[in-house]
T-cell receptor, first 112, second 113 residues
């Protein structure tokens, strides 16, 4: 079945450094890729998304890149701040449905 | 976007009982989904709640254990039936107003003793 792999599972960076999280999907017909941030005890919050007809999207310190040929997409956070510490989930929408397949999550720690 | 609320936010239940979780969206949404999230884990889709018809369940989840209602385009319920300690988890609903982007409720933290 469809699968989304996410790496790394944990990531620690110094404040001000960049963080990169990578996901690989299996369904070549997937066409929508959101990223969610989940703080402890809170709901997942959409932070950025990208569609298959776009290679890159940026929103202030956050960017997402998509490589359709390789079937992977990445989240880039620049100038990290302590409030970026959270668990980040990638997802891919399965073709023909509106269902998400979520990655396993990345726990990001930004060290002050 | 959509604003989603859930009730209850948490509950502690006895083995063998059932709990119904409510999910309310502030606007009509095309799709509604129910997820389970074990501590420290990712989100696992339980079912798609279909308005006016039976829910569509994912592998490993059955209607007898997780009956779902969706009477209209803004509301859904999930019942966790005949609970056991293995059902202890966070249950989240989501709504999809644009048939792509899902917004999540705050979750219901269930503990089964």
């Amino acid at each position: 079945g469809e699968n989304v792999e996410q790496h790394p599972s944990t990531l620690s960076v110094q404040e001000g450094d960049s963080a990169v999280i990578k996901c690989t999907y299996s369904d070549s017909a997937s066409n929508y890729f959101p990223w969610y941030k989940q703080e402890l005890g809170k709901r997942p919050q959409l932070i950025i998304d990208i569609r298959s007809n776009v290679g890159e999207k940026k929103d202030q310190r956050i960017a997402v890149t998509l490589n359709k040929t390789a079937k992977h997409f990445s989240l880039h956070i620049t100038e990290t701040q302590p409030e970026d510490s959270a668990v980040y989930f990638c997802a891919a929408i399965t073709s023909g449905t509106y269902k998400y397949i979520f990655g396993t999550g990345t726990r990001l720690k930004v060290l002050a | 976007s959509a604003v989603i609320s859930q009730k209850p936010s948490r509950d502690i239940c006895q083995r063998g009982t059932s709990l119904t979780i409510q999910c309310q969206v502030d606007s009509q949404v095309t799709m509604m989904f129910w997820y389970r999230q074990q501590p420290g884990q990712s989100l696992t889709l339980i079912a798609t709640a279909n308005q006016g018809s039976e829910a569509t369940y994912e592998s490993g989840f059955v209607i007898d254990k997780f009956p779902i209602s969706r009477p209209n385009l803004t509301f859904s319920t999930l019942t966790v039936s005949n609970m056991s300690p293995e059902d202890s988890s966070i249950y989240l609903c989501s709504g999809d107003p644009s048939a792509d982007t899902q917004y999540f409720g705050p979750g219901t933290r269930l503990t089964v003793l």
